[in-house]
C-alpha cells in the first residue's frame, strides 16, 4: 500500500523538493551533494564559514499534526500508519510522533517536512544593495541537504550563529523537530569539517575534498572484521567477500581527491592479510608465503589472487583477483541540475 501510493507521491515531492536537497530522490546522489558543495566552497571569493547541521532523531519525531496538515496525499491512510504503532519483542508499542517505523514512505515523507527550508533562507538572507552605506550585502549563505544531514554556508560566524541559527530552529520546532546541540557546530573551511563520509578542508585557498579519517576507519574495520571472521576458509572466499566491499567504497569515494587515502588503504589492507597469511602458516617462511598467495599480474607484482578451476576463454589459467583502490581511477563528477525532474516531460532528453 506504501508503495502504491509513493508512485503517486513522488513526482510531487520531486516537483515541490529544494533544488540543492540530495537524499532520497530519483538521479540523485552524496556525489551531486558533495559537488555541490565544492561550487560553493571552493571559489576564492566564497563563504569561508560553515554550519554543520544535525537534526536530533529526525524520522523518529516528525510531528504528525504537521505530515497530515500538509502532505498531499490519503490523509485517511496516512493516518493510519502514523498511528499503526510497532511491534518489538511481540509487544505492541505506540507511535505519536515520526514517519512509519522501516516504511518505504518514509523517506519522502521526511524530505517533504524538511523542504521550503533552502527558499527560506534565500528569502531570509538574500543578495542586496544597501543604499544609505553604498555597500553590497552578500550573507552567501547557501544550503545543501541531503535527507535530515545538512550544511549552510555563510559570510561569517555571527551571521550563522545569530541569524541563520534561529530561522532553522524556528523552521524545524514547526515540524516537531530540533538540532542536536552536541553535533551542530560552525565551523571555518580551513579548519575543515566532514560531510556523507567526506572532508572538506581549504588548504592556501585551495578546496581539497577527501575521505573523512572516520569512514575510511570504519571501512578497514569492516575489512579486518571479515578476514577475523574468516581466519580458516579458503583463499577465493575471501576474496569475494571482500572485493564487494573495497569496489564500494573505492566508488563512493572516486570523484573526490582521494589518490593518497586509496593509496594508504592498499597498504593497510595489505598489511591484514599478510597477518591472515602468517597467522594460517606459523611455521612457514615468509618467502613461501609470498609465492602460495601473491602472484604478478602485469605491473603489479603483489596481486592477492587465487587460482581457480579451469580456464579463461584465451585458454589460461583462470585467477580470482583481489581488488585494488589504487586501480580505480579519480574522475570528476558531473552535478545534476538542479531544477531537473526526472517526472517532467520537458527534462526527458536530458536524463
Same mark, same amino acid.
Given at each position: 500500500?506504501?508503495?502504491?501510493?509513493?508512485?503517486?507521491?513522488?513526482?510531487?515531492?520531486?516537483?515541490?523538493?529544494?533544488?540543492?536537497?540530495?537524499?532520497?530522490?530519483?538521479?540523485?546522489?552524496?556525489?551531486?551533494?558533495?559537488?555541490?558543495?565544492?561550487?560553493?566552497?571552493?571559489?576564492?571569493?566564497?563563504?569561508?564559514?560553515?554550519?554543520?547541521?544535525?537534526?536530533?532523531?529526525?524520522?523518529?519525531?516528525?510531528?504528525?499534526?504537521?505530515?497530515?496538515?500538509?502532505?498531499?496525499?490519503?490523509?485517511?491512510?496516512?493516518?493510519?500508519?502514523?498511528?499503526?504503532?510497532? @511491534?518489538?519483542?511481540?509487544?505492541?508499542?505506540?507511535?505519536?510522533?515520526?514517519?512509519?517505523?522501516?516504511?518505504?514512505?518514509?523517506?519522502?515523507?521526511?524530505?517533504?517536512?524538511?523542504?521550503?527550508?533552502?527558499?527560506?533562507? %534565500?528569502?531570509?538572507?538574500?543578495?542586496?544593495?544597501?543604499?544609505?552605506?553604498?555597500?553590497?550585502?552578500?550573507?552567501?549563505?547557501?544550503?545543501?541537504?541531503?535527507?535530515?544531514?545538512?550544511?549552510?554556508?555563510?559570510?561569517?560566524?555571527?551571521?550563522?550563529?545569530?541569524?541563520?541559527?534561529?530561522?532553522?530552529?524556528?523552521?524545524?520546532?514547526?515540524?516537531?523537530?530540533?538540532?542536536?546541540?552536541?553535533?551542530?557546530?560552525?565551523?571555518?573551511?580551513?579548519?575543515?569539517?566532514?560531510?556523507?563520509?567526506?572532508?572538506?578542508?581549504?588548504?592556501?585557498?585551495?578546496?581539497?575534498?577527501?575521505?573523512?579519517?572516520?569512514?575510511?576507519?570504519?571501512?578497514?574495520?569492516?575489512?579486518?572484521?571479515?578476514?577475523?571472521?574468516?581466519?580458516?576458509?579458503?583463499?577465493?572466499?575471501?576474496?569475494? %567477500?571482500?572485493?564487494?566491499?573495497?569496489?564500494?567504497?573505492?566508488?563512493?569515494?572516486?570523484?573526490?581527491?582521494?589518490?593518497?587515502?586509496?593509496?594508504? @588503504?592498499?597498504?593497510?589492507?595489505?598489511?591484514?592479510?599478510?597477518?591472515?597469511?602468517?597467522?594460517?602458516?606459523?611455521? %612457514?617462511?615468509?618467502?613461501?608465503?609470498?609465492?602460495?598467495?601473491?602472484?604478478?599480474?602485469?605491473?603489479?607484482?603483489?596481486?592477492?589472487?587465487?587460482?581457480?578451476?579451469?580456464?579463461?576463454?584465451?585458454?589460461?589459467?583462470?585467477?580470482?583477483?583481489?581488488?585494488?583502490?589504487?586501480?580505480?581511477?579519480?574522475?570528476?563528477?558531473?552535478?545534476?541540475?538542479?531544477?531537473?525532474?526526472?517526472?517532467?516531460?520537458?527534462?526527458?532528453?536530458?536524463?
Amino acid at each position: 500500500m506504501q508503495a502504491l501510493h509513493l508512485l503517486a507521491l513522488a513526482p510531487v515531492a520531486e516537483t515541490l523538493g529544494d533544488p540543492n536537497s540530495y537524499g532520497f530522490r530519483v538521479a540523485r546522489s552524496t556525489a551531486d551533494a558533495i559537488e555541490e558543495c565544492f561550487v560553493l566552497l571552493g571559489r576564492p571569493d566564497a563563504a569561508e564559514w560553515v554550519l554543520e547541521g544535525d537534526i536530533k532523531g529526525c524520522f523518529d519525531h516528525i510531528s504528525h499534526e504537521w505530515l497530515l496538515a500538509h502532505v498531499r496525499t490519503d490523509t485517511t491512510v496516512l493516518r493510519r500508519w502514523l498511528r499503526a504503532g510497532y @511491534v518489538e519483542s511481540r509487544t505492541w508499542f505506540a507511535t505519536e510522533a515520526g514517519t512509519p517505523q522501516g516504511g518505504i514512505i518514509s523517506p519522502t515523507l521526511a524530505n517533504l517536512a524538511l523542504d521550503g527550508l533552502e527558499e527560506l533562507l %534565500q528569502r531570509t538572507f538574500p543578495r542586496k544593495w544597501e543604499q544609505r552605506s553604498m555597500v553590497l550585502r552578500h550573507p552567501k549563505v547557501h544550503l545543501v541537504r541531503y535527507a535530515d544531514d545538512f550544511i549552510v554556508t555563510g559570510a561569517s560566524r555571527e551571521i550563522l550563529e545569530n541569524e541563520v541559527r534561529p530561522v532553522i530552529e524556528s523552521f524545524l520546532r514547526e515540524r516537531g523537530l530540533v538540532l542536536s546541540t552536541e553535533k551542530t557546530k560552525i565551523t571555518h573551511v580551513k579548519d575543515g569539517f566532514d560531510f556523507l563520509g567526506q572532508n572538506l578542508r581549504k588548504f592556501g585557498g585551495k578546496l581539497l575534498i577527501r575521505p573523512s579519517k572516520k569512514n575510511t576507519e570504519a571501512f578497514l574495520l569492516k575489512i579486518r572484521s571479515i578476514l577475523k571472521t574468516n581466519k580458516s576458509a579458503a583463499q577465493a572466499n575471501v576474496i569475494w %567477500q571482500l572485493n564487494p566491499v573495497i569496489r564500494g567504497w573505492v566508488n563512493y569515494h572516486r570523484h573526490v581527491t582521494a589518490s593518497k587515502a586509496f593509496e594508504r @588503504v592498499d597498504w593497510a589492507i595489505w598489511e591484514s592479510l599478510w597477518y591472515w597469511a602468517k597467522r594460517r602458516h606459523r611455521k %612457514q617462511s615468509l618467502r613461501w608465503l609470498a609465492r602460495r598467495y601473491w602472484h604478478a599480474f602485469g605491473s603489479r607484482n603483489w596481486t592477492f589472487a587465487a587460482r581457480l578451476d579451469g580456464e579463461n576463454s584465451a585458454g589460461q589459467p583462470d585467477w580470482l583477483r583481489l581488488h585494488y583502490a589504487t586501480d580505480t581511477k579519480i574522475r570528476r563528477h558531473l552535478k545534476i541540475k538542479a531544477k531537473a525532474n526526472p517526472f517532467d516531460p520537458e527534462w526527458s532528453r536530458y536524463f
